[in-house]
């Protein structure tokens, strides 16, 4: 299995989810070459979906690849050849949930076993339900090839766990709207919601308690036992664990002490605790992972300054101005005319 180097700062996944570039590459009639790989790569990374390579590189992967094609929606493509079956071990335990829910809430919580430094986060909201991908790590290019990759491949796997006749209300992109819209409604044929907090899809919450095909008990436990195994292997600090998961749910109001303690199945006493154990307290995560979304929305969206607050869960815009002065000596406004890209 290829795995490419990586540092101590760098989130490393399977590259199952990205297994299409060659065939996007093909059918834009730009044949994969050694020469048009980066350094880092070579041809046969895409020879397994096992291999591995970081979310800076594979970022840094799709950006160079739309730019050769001239293709900018080339991580969409790439992303609408993924399935279930691309998640690897993670995507089999979805497959064997007793129905869609659980599949789904499963994928939430073992996706790092299929790629470090990314959060899906599962809401439900009176009749709508929304899975949304996130990238936690900071600074990573291609995040807008990515996540636009990411929702196609979410539709597919509700379609892989639904059936074919699942429909989606909506994708939502944390990015402005493009200029080629049209590769979006075909490849997606729901309403498109742009600038929006995260990447994702939403979808009627009746499809969540769609039962799935009956599996054996015994190969289901041997699942079991191997997502155990790779837990262990592949073990994270509980305040990573956290953090991970705060920064999608910031976005519904889920970030709460309270509500993560019922994510991770335990008593908000006990939640408080284990982040002590490690020195760290819940708001200080909690401060940190506003910070860095606070800097991701103001450099990659049109949001306005009071809608980037109550996303961040501020009551009061002074509020929010006041913190992000604290934690980088400047106002959100002169943050994001140094470095917006919008």
């Known amino acids: 299995m290829q795995t490419v180097r990586k540092t101590s700062d760098q989130a490393i996944l399977r590259i199952g989810a990205t297994l299409g570039v060659p065939d996007v590459l093909r059918e834009l009639r730009a044949e994969p070459s050694e ?10 990374l895409f020879g397994s979906p096992d291999n591995r390579i970081s979310l800076s590189a594979r970022g840094r992967l799709l950006e160079r690849y739309a730019k050769i094609t001239g293709c900018p929606y080339f991580g969409l493509l790439v992303g609408s050849r993924s399935r279930l079956e691309s998640l690897g071990l993670v995507g089999l335990l979805a497959k064997h949930s007793p129905d869609v829910g659980s599949a789904l809430r499963n994928l939430c919580r073992h996706f790092f076993l299929h790629a470090d430094g990314v ?10 339900a929304t899975l949304s991908y996130r990238i936690t790590e900071p600074r990573i290019p291609g995040v807008d090839q990515t996540g636009d990759g990411a929702v196609a491949a979410i539709l597919n796997v509700m379609r892989d766990l639904c059936g074919n006749d699942f429909k989606a209300i909506e994708a939502r992109f944390a990015h402005g709207r493009p200029k080629a819209l049209e590769p979006y409604k075909k490849i997606l044929g729901v309403h498109l919601e742009f600038d929006a907090e995260s ?3 939403v ?49 519904f109001d889920h970030a709460r002490a309270d509500r993560l303690a019922k994510f991770f199945d335990m008593h908000v006493r006990t939640f408080h605790r284990r982040l002590a154990e490690h020195g760290v307290s819940h708001q200080e995560l909690l401060d940190k992972t506003r910070f860095e979304a606070a800097c991701e929305l103001l450099e990659r969206t049109s949001q306005k300054l009071p809608q980037i607050a109550d996303i961040l869960g501020y009551a009061e815009l002074r509020s929010f101005i006041r913190a992000f002065r604290r934690w980088s000596g400047i106002t959100p406004s002169e943050w994001r005319k140094r470095r917006s890209v919008v």
Request: no cysteine.
């Open 35 to 44: 020469n048009a790989l980066l350094p880092e790569f070579n041809s046969t």
């Open 119 to 128: 959060a899906l986060h599962l809401h439900v909201d009176g009749g709508a």
């Open 199 to 201: 990447y994702g899809l």
């Open 203 to 251: 979808f009627s919450a009746t499809w969540l308690s769609r039962p799935l095909p009956p599996t054996e008990a015994a190969l289901t436990r041997l699942i079991l036992d191997k997502v155990a195994e790779e837990e262990r292997v592949h073990a994270r600090s509980f305040p990573d664990q956290v953090q991970a998961v705060m920064r999608t749910a910031m976005t």
